[in-house]
């Protein structure tokens, strides 16, 4: 049995879902382990997921929103990454002046981390990359040129394919829509010590 390990860049994904209007706000509540274990054949084993993502600490709503998220991912035994946003000066493409806005950081650094650490620890035969970002290829490299009979496999989120993405891994895969709408959390997760995990009302009615 081939030992699968995905690495989800949830802040990738995330923006896929959003783009996708109307299923922006109803495929937020999304089950990343059942959307993994989906991509998987019958010889392959999913050993680990492991999320990536950072939260807004300027929103607190999305914040709570969020937590509530990393919560009920935890659930399914999940494991989550933390990276952070930082302020960044950019200048504004109507009016010429500088604004700052935030740009998550870390996340590419933190993936091509783990990529290699767990590659060293034989903890997969396969990794699954969950992501269309370039900026993840020099992790794969390295996995490709340190552990030679290690599989790398892309898992490109909604419209986020990547070509160089293709060419640094052995085989990629695409996500589509009906896969995703069969992924989802029941609205209400049930736990084993009652403290039961409830979708955010704003993700069943609003976009967001």
């Not at 994904?13 to 274990?37: E, F």
Request: hydrophobic share 40%.
């Amino acid at each position: 049995m081939t030992r699968a390990a995905f690495y989800v860049d949830g802040f990738n994904l995330y923006h896929s879902l959003r783009t996708q209007h109307p299923l922006a706000t109803a495929c937020k509540w999304l089950d990343v382990r059942a959307l993994c274990q989906s991509f998987l054949m019958k010889t392959e084993k999913l050993v680990k997921v492991t999320h990536f993502t950072a939260f807004a600490t300027w929103a607190p709503d999305k914040v709570r929103r969020h937590q509530r998220y990393v919560r009920a991912l935890r659930h399914t035994g999940v494991e989550i990454v933390m990276g952070e946003f930082k302020w960044k000066e950019r200048e504004c493409q109507h009016c010429g002046g500088i604004i700052q806005t935030h740009e998550e950081k870390r996340t590419d650094v933190n993936i091509a981390a783990r990529l290699i650490r767990d590659a060293y620890l034989d903890v997969y035969d396969s990794a699954f990359i969950m992501s269309g970002d370039s900026d993840l290829i020099p992790g794969i490299e390295t996995v490709r040129e340190l552990f030679p009979s290690k599989e790398l496999v892309a898992v490109f989120p909604l419209n986020r394919v990547t070509n160089s993405v293709k060419d640094a891994v052995d085989r990629y895969m695409r996500t589509k829509v009906p896969r995703i709408q069969r992924c989802l959390f029941p609205m209400v997760i049930e736990t084993e010590d009652g403290r039961n995990i409830e979708c955010p009302e704003e993700w069943r009615t609003e976009k967001n």
